[in-house]
């Protein structure tokens, strides 16, 4: 039997390997579904991450007031979508879209998927991060040996 990931919250640190140790971090997080594809992310960043998870609980929380809105992207023509909650951007989509209808679905998936989603466990603590084993085949996460 074949079991299916459900939605997640992911966290992401931005510059993680380009910062020393005991610099400020810019936190931000993903929501993405069961075929691993981001739904939406966070339309702020925040300090560190007992903030980012309060914005998460907060927006679990409070998704029914949420206000989406439609909007274009550029030059190009592309759609993307904006979630405000207190008229304050919470979530935004994760990519451009090339058709509103396309847009529509996906912030329609993304407003599913919030309440039932799963959060990520702890973050991990920073000097940790410098200790993670190779994934097979001998390549770190940058591709290198």
Known sequence: MVSMVPARFLYVVLGARQR???????????LVG???????RS????????????????????IADGRALLTTTGTAGGWGW??????????????????QRDCQYNL??????????????????RSQLGTLPKPAGGFDRAGVR
Do not use: K, T
Request: hydrophobic share 45%.
């Open 20 to 30: 020393p140790v005991g610099d400020a971090q810019r936190i931000g997080w993903r």
């Open 34 to 40: 069961a075929n691993h594809r981001e739904l939406g």
């Open 43 to 62: 339309a702020l960043m925040f300090a560190d991450p007992a903030e980012c998870l309060a914005a998460v609980v907060l927006l679990r929380e409070r």
């Open 82 to 99: 904006r979630l405000e909650i207190d008229q304050r951007p919470v979530a935004v989509s994760g990519r451009p879209y090339q058709r």
């Open 108 to 125: 329609g998936q993304f407003l599913n998927a919030v309440p039932v989603a799963e959060l990520a466990g702890p973050f991990p603590v």
